[in-house]
C-alpha cells in the first residue's frame, strides 16, 4: 500500500511539471505577438526611404525563424524576441546580382537587422519600426 502511495504522488509531482512547462511554453508563444506570421514591408531602411520596386519584405515565424526578400535575393535568420527587444543573427541570402542601387539597399536593409535591439508597432497604423541600440530608428515597416 505504501509503495502504491508514493506511486501515485510520484506521477502526480511529474504532472504539475509537465503543466508548468507547457504553461511556460505558450506564454513565450505570446512573445512577438502582433510580430510574428505578418509579411511586412520596408517603408524605410536607416531614414533614406526605399526602392519601390524593389520589395523588401521581413516574416518573422513564432519560433524566430525569419526570412523575405532583401529587395534582389531571398534571405533567411533568426530573431530572439523577448518582450520588445529583439535581434537578428547574420542573414544568409542567395547571391543573385542586380541594380546596384537594388544591390546597396539590401546590404544596408541586412546591416540594420544586425544592429536592431528593439522594436515598437504603432497601434493607429499597424507600422513596425525597428530600433539600435541607441533608440535610433533602422527601419520602418507596414503591413
Do not use: H
Not at 511554453?25 to 524605410?44: C, F, H, P, Q, Y
Amino acid at each position: 500500500m505504501n509503495r502504491i502511495a508514493i506511486g501515485s504522488l510520484i506521477i502526480g509531482f511529474v504532472a504539475v511539471l509537465v503543466l508548468l512547462v507547457l504553461s511556460f511554453s505558450a506564454r513565450s508563444e505570446e512573445t512577438g505577438k502582433g510580430l510574428t506570421e505578418i509579411n511586412w514591408v520596408a517603408e524605410d531602411i536607416n531614414g533614406r526611404g526605399v526602392i519601390d520596386y524593389a520589395q523588401t519584405t521581413l516574416l518573422i515565424g513564432p519560433g524566430g525563424a525569419a526570412s523575405g526578400s532583401g529587395g534582389c535575393n531571398r534571405f533567411a535568420t533568426t530573431a530572439t524576441i523577448a518582450g520588445e527587444k529583439i535581434t537578428f543573427k547574420p542573414t544568409a541570402a542567395t547571391r543573385m546580382m542586380c541594380a546596384p542601387a537594388v544591390m546597396d539597399q539590401e546590404q544596408k536593409f541586412f546591416s540594420a537587422l544586425e544592429q536592431t535591439r528593439s522594436y515598437t508597432i504603432e497601434a493607429e497604423t499597424g507600422k513596425l519600426f525597428f530600433f539600435d541600440k541607441d533608440g535610433k530608428l533602422t527601419a520602418r515597416f507596414a503591413q
